[in-house]
């Protein structure tokens, strides 16, 4: 069997989740439920990022230490997860016990290497980024990412020797095709390397929290170094050899386009250096903003995850997100889209769908799976162009593209309202003869409810759960949405059906 590892970068703590930390993690639980279903073994982890200088000074203001502070805020990001269906294996915290032993032991090897020495820092450093930033990206002083002044650090580090693996980098991308999605960013990074690798900071002697370096206990680990390693302690890196020789390397790293360097220059070069396999991919995905504005972590700009879900239930917000976010590009939320997209797609063309065919196979079929009769070419026609073996949707889902992999799903519905349209069957029950080829429409209808259920269950897998069940398969449709998705004439022929209820009840957007 085939494994396929899966991860999403780990939120700092210091501020609830907000819609868009939620894309990413639908992204990677879409990745983890489409390959699942397709026959692979698979393992998916996501968690917290909690030694940011951030968490110590927040928790040192309310005179609370900064595990208690943690321990706060740990359960919004659980519960938003769970209220949006997100199934992982490993919520990692950086605090865990295994995660400290993965680091402390990833940096021996670096620093048996030779690739660690100790040396000065001076530097603009921007507590949010957790970053030193360059006298030339500053604007007024401040970090233009965050608006917010650069503080100056001085100090003895110690450093990584980057620089040494610029070239190994280089050619890994270049004998690595699509190794990071999308190609711009990878152009970039590619950019960055070839205009030279500083070597960087690894430690911080002054203020803050952290996990303790292996070769000096008077220095603590930069924050992102500790953080990176939690892809190889999720998997029992250091603790567990049997699930880390099955899982690593990560097959898909999803992470935000504002750290892709960290991803693709300074992790890889972490995992060469300490003799480690790297990652196969690394998706860098586009940021989503509301009403055109930064997406904040508190109010108006603010949008908590499970009370979207509230309002619209999981499958709406998954489907929503994952179909509106290009790929690799930004996407700028607004209720009346979101809404306006809630009504269009999922009530009226989807949900109908389902609910017409139900309720036409109960008044004109007996509530049974009918059986296939009579056809005419345009019932023919219909069905071959519904189970594709070439279909795009494959593809497009291996490449992360999972606005274009649903916008090909939605031809699909789209075609069956049309073919409803076009046939007609309340009318084909008014003549004997036409009655006959009533049987093979519906039928022709439940088939491409099927298709659609299984294409459509790793963006909503509570509602397409709900149609499969409805059709009568038995199968469990995590593992095997996909096994006759190219075949036809599957449903069991008089099979009694129950209608699987009001999937998307329309909602009134005013
Ligand atoms: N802790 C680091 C990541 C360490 S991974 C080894 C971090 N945390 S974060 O909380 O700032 O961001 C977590 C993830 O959410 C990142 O991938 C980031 O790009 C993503 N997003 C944060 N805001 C976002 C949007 N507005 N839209 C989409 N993704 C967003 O960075």
């Not at 980057?162 to 980098?169: E, F, I, N, P, R």
């Not at 459509?456 to 509602?463: A, D, K, Q, T």
Request: hydrophobic share 40%.
């Amino acid at each position: 069997m085939k494994k396929f590892y899966v991860t999403t970068a780990i939120d700092y703590v210091n501020a609830p989740p907000h819609l868009g930390h939620a894309y990413e993690k639908v992204c990677a639980d879409v990745m983890r439920r489409f390959k699942r279903a397709k026959g692979f073994d698979t393992f998916f982890s996501t968690g917290v990022d909690e030694h940011s200088l951030n968490v110590y000074r927040q928790a040192k203001d309310e005179g609370i230490s900064p595990m208690e502070y943690c321990n706060r805020m740990v359960p919004m990001f659980v519960n938003s997860w769970e209220s949006l269906n997100i199934e992982y294996d490993r919520f990692i915290r950086t605090t865990d016990d295994n995660h400290i032993k993965s680091v402390r032991h990833l940096l021996q090897k670096i620093y048996d290497k030779g690739d660690i020495y100790m040396d000065k820092y001076k530097g603009w450093y921007c507590v949010s980024c957790e970053a030193y930033l360059q006298e030339s990206e500053l604007v007024d002083g401040k970090c233009p990412v965050h608006n917010k002044k650069a503080e100056w650090f001085e100090e003895d580090n110690y450093f990584f020797r980057l620089s040494k693996y610029a070239d190994k980098l280089l050619e890994h991308i270049e004998k690595h095709n699509g190794f990071i999605l999308p190609t711009t960013r990878e152009n970039e990074i590619v950019n960055i390397i070839k205009n030279g690798l500083l070597d960087i900071s690894i430690s911080r002697a002054s203020e803050g929290w952290g996990i303790k370096l292996p070769f000096d206990e008077n220095q603590i680990i930069y924050v992102w170094i500790d953080a990176l390693t939690n892809y190889m302690s999720a998997a029992g890196y250091s603790d567990n050899n049997k699930l880390f020789n099955k899982y690593w390397p990560a097959n898909l790293h999803i992470i935000g386009k504002d750290i892709t360097r960290f991803h693709s220059i300074i992790w890889p070069a972490m995992l060469m250096s300490g003799g480690l396999t790297l990652p196969e991919r690394i998706y860098a995905h586009g940021f989503m903003t509301i009403d055109g504005k930064k997406m904040s972590k508190t109010g108006n700009n603010f949008i908590a995850p499970d009370e979207i879900v509230g309002l619209a239930g999981s499958d709406a917000v998954r489907y929503f997100v994952m179909r509106e976010m290009p790929f690799g590009d930004d996407m700028d939320f607004t209720w009346s889209r979101f809404w306006g997209k809630y009504n269009s797609d999922l009530a009226n063309d989807f949900g109908n769908l389902v609910s017409r065919t139900f309720s036409m196979v109960d008044k004109y079929a007996g509530g049974k799976v009918p059986k296939f009769e009579a056809a005419e070419d345009i019932d023919i026609n219909y069905m071959e162009s519904i189970k594709r073996p070439d279909t795009d949707y494959f593809k497009q889902m291996e490449n992360c593209q999972f606005a274009l992999a649903l916008n090909t799903v939605w031809e699909i519905v789209a075609k069956a309202n049309r073919y409803v349209e076009e046939t007609k069957p309340w009318r084909l029950n008014k003549t004997p003869l036409a009655a006959a080829r009533l049987g093979c429409v519906l039928l022709n209808l439940l088939e491409s409810l099927r298709i659609i259920s299984s294409y459509s269950y790793p963006f909503m897998p509570v509602s397409s759960e709900k149609v499969w069940r409805a059709l009568g398969m038995d199968e469990d449709i995590k593992e095997k949405a996909f096994a006759k998705v190219n075949e036809w004439e599957i449903l069991e022929k008089g099979r009694e059906l129950v209608a699987p209820g009001m999937l998307f009840p329309r909602k009134d957007i005013k």
